[in-house]
């Protein structure tokens, strides 16, 4: 059983919170994400191609279409199904699939895991969003594009950053990923924290604020 996991590569894309620039890009979370759940699923022993050609380097070079070229210049590999990270400007949470049954049977195993997991800030819920699910169609594998939160507002900007940072989402990510498609932690597999390698941690892995805040 392989998987395939790329992130958004979308430098242009800036957090909220006082971002200055590349070093606090989308591309750059997602990427450190990407590669955090990747260990922590090789780490349990699930084979994991994770795209080290969309260049960490944040020069701005590459698209979501390279990245898909790259998935499918790797076919040969057979992979069950690809995740993509992303984090969205519009709204809260989100999961776009592919055309096809697969694609959608696995949009809906891990919607289902991730809500039974209730682990996002703000009451946030896992939905379909369709204006995008074209992204995917190109790709030979199924692939599921995992909107992992929002970066409009500041706290929850911060939020991602704290938490990517100290491994909590790469974590939560990486077991959402092996239930839907089925594959079994193994029981003396060492836990997901010591798979990553992370900062001291900066704040609780999810805090929520004492405000209303606006969720649409």
Known sequence: MRIILFHSRQP?????????????????????????????LRGWG?????ADNTDFDKSGNL???????WVNSLRHRNHLVGFSFHSDASG??????????AARKFAEQLQSVLHAMAFMPFGDRFEFYA????????????????????????????WLRTNILNGFLAGKFAEAIARTIG???PSEAPPAEELVVTTPKPAPAVSAPDWP???G
């Open 12 to 40: 242009w894309n800036q957090y909220a919170g006082g971002a200055t620039g590349v070093e606090d890009s989308e591309n750059y979370w997602m990427y450190k994400l990407m590669l955090q759940v990747a260990a922590i």
């Open 46 to 50: 699930l084979e994991v191609d994770a």
């Open 63 to 69: 698209s979501f279409n390279d990245n898909v070229k």
């Open 92 to 101: 809260d949470s989100m999961l776009l699939h592919g055309p096809s049954a």
């Open 131 to 158: 204006r995008r699910v074209a992204e995917t169609y190109s790709t030979y594998c199924p692939v599921i594009l995992i909107e992992v939160g929002r970066h409009d507002t500041v706290v929850y900007a911060e």
């Open 183 to 185: 594959f079994q932690i």
């Open 213 to 215: 805040l606006d969720n």
